[in-house]
């Protein structure tokens, strides 16, 4: 007996009943929430380093002033990071990387673990 989905066959078939591995259509929630989420991450700790620096350091000194202490550091980080949101290359890199994440994940069933800050 097959076992019955309510899911539409390819978000239900592959492997381990994950969807198919191979599919390349994008989802809204992966494309406006999942796809920006990896697109933050991979920008604040790979394009936008020395001003999440910059920022931290500003905070950790200034404690409870760091509103008013720190707003030019707190302009140049998100400058930085709206930069690279605009970016369609950037865009594009990300999402490769996401479907090829999803892809392994519904061949393999296996969730990478994420990063906890």
Known sequence: ?????VLPPKFSEGPH???D???RTLRKVEVEVL?????????KSEKCIKEVADFTE?????SVFMVVTCR????ALKSCLSNWYQNEDFK???????LDQRSEYRETGKKKPMKRA
Do not use: V
């Open 35 to 43: 796809i920006p989420k990896l697109m933050r991450e991979k920008a």
């Open 58 to 62: 500003c905070c950790k000194n200034s």
């Open 17 to 19: 009943g994950l969807g």
């Open 92 to 98: 594009k890199i990300c999402t490769q990387e996401y």
């Open 72 to 75: 030019d550091q707190n302009s």
């Open 1 to 5: 007996m097959t076992e019955k989905s």
């Open 21 to 23: 591995p191979n599919d």
